[in-house]
Antibody, heavy 119, light 111 residues
Framework: QVQLVESGGGLVKPGGSLRLSCAASRFTFSDYSMSWIRQAPGKGLEWVSY????????YYADSVKGRFTISRDNAKNSLYLQMNSLRAEDTAVYYCARGCTNGVCYRYWGQGTLVTVSS | QSALTQPASVSGSPGQSITISCTGTSSDVGGYNYVSWYQQHPGKAPKLMIYDVSNRPSGVSNRFSGSKSGNTASLTISGLQAEDEADYYCSSYTSSSLGGVFGGGTKLTVL
C-alpha cells in the first residue's frame, strides 16, 4: 500500500521558517506529480502547491506565492515544502498527496503534520 | 482563488440517497472534466472517492457516483450507511492558478 509520511511540523513564531518533508514509499515516486494541501483547524481543505513528476513544473496558491517553495528529490523519494515569512493564518495541518495515474486528482494522502504559527 | 461552493450540510436516513452539489465557474468546474470528490472522517486524512467527474478509484463502493452539468458538479451517495457520515469536499483544476481549488466542504449526517 502506498505510504506518505509527513514530518517537520511544529510551533514557530510569526515571520519564522519551517521545512516540511514527505517521505514516499511503495510506489515509483518519480512517476507521479505531488501536491501540498492544508487544513486550518476546524476549516476546509486548501490547495497549496503542485510539483510535476520531474520537478520542472511548479504552481502555488496566491496565498503562499513568494513565501513557500516546493521541491522534490526523486533519488530520495521525498517531497519538501520550505515555508518562510510564516503568518498566523498559515496555521494548519499540512498534507502531502500523490497525483493520480489518470486524470487530475489527489489519489493518496499522508496523515498530515501540524504547523502552528504563534508568538 | 475563490473556493467552490458546497452546501454546509446535508442529511439522510439509512438506505436513502443524497446529492451534494459543487458550484464553480467556467474557469474550473465548467471548463474542465477534472472534478474530484474526497471523504474525510474526523481526525483522518481525506480519501479520494470520485475523479474526473464520474470515475471511481478501485476499492470505492459503487454507491458513490459523480456527474456534472455546466458549472455545477454533483456527488450522489445511494443506499446511505452509517459509515458514510463524514465531511465531503469537491475539488477542480482551475485555470486561475493552474493548480487546484477545493469546495468549502459538506457535512453529511446519517440520521
Amino acid at each position: 500500500q502506498v505510504q506518505l509520511v509527513e514530518s517537520g511540523g511544529g510551533l514557530v513564531k510569526p515571520g519564522g521558517s519551517l521545512r516540511l518533508s514527505c517521505a514516499a514509499s511503495r510506489f515509483t515516486f518519480s512517476d507521479y506529480s505531488m501536491s501540498w494541501i492544508r487544513q486550518a483547524p476546524g476549516k476546509g481543505l486548501e490547495w497549496v502547491s503542485y510539483i510535476s513528476s520531474s520537478g520542472t513544473t511548479i504552481y502555488y496558491a496566491d496565498s503562499v506565492k513568494g513565501r513557500f517553495t516546493i521541491s522534490r528529490d526523486n533519488a530520495k523519494n521525498s517531497l519538501y515544502l520550505q515555508m518562510n515569512s510564516l503568518r498566523a493564518e498559515d496555521t494548519a495541518v499540512y498534507y502531502c498527496a500523490r497525483g493520480c495515474t489518470n486524470g487530475v486528482c489527489y489519489r493518496y494522502w499522508g496523515q498530515g503534520t501540524l504547523v502552528t504559527v504563534s508568538s | 482563488q475563490s473556493a467552490l461552493t458546497q452546501p454546509a450540510s446535508v442529511s439522510g436516513s439509512p438506505g436513502q440517497s443524497i446529492t451534494i452539489s459543487c458550484t464553480g465557474t467556467s474557469s474550473d468546474v465548467g471548463g474542465y472534466n477534472y472534478v474530484s470528490w474526497y471523504q474525510q472522517h474526523p481526525g483522518k486524512a481525506p480519501k479520494l472517492m470520485i475523479y474526473d467527474v464520474s470515475n471511481r478509484p478501485s476499492g470505492v463502493s459503487n454507491r458513490f457516483s459523480g456527474s456534472k452539468s455546466g458549472n455545477t458538479a454533483s456527488l450522489t451517495i445511494s443506499g446511505l450507511q452509517a459509515e458514510d457520515e463524514a465531511d465531503y469536499y469537491c475539488s477542480s483544476y482551475t485555470s486561475s492558478s493552474l493548480g487546484g481549488v477545493f469546495g468549502g466542504g459538506t457535512k453529511l449526517t446519517v440520521l
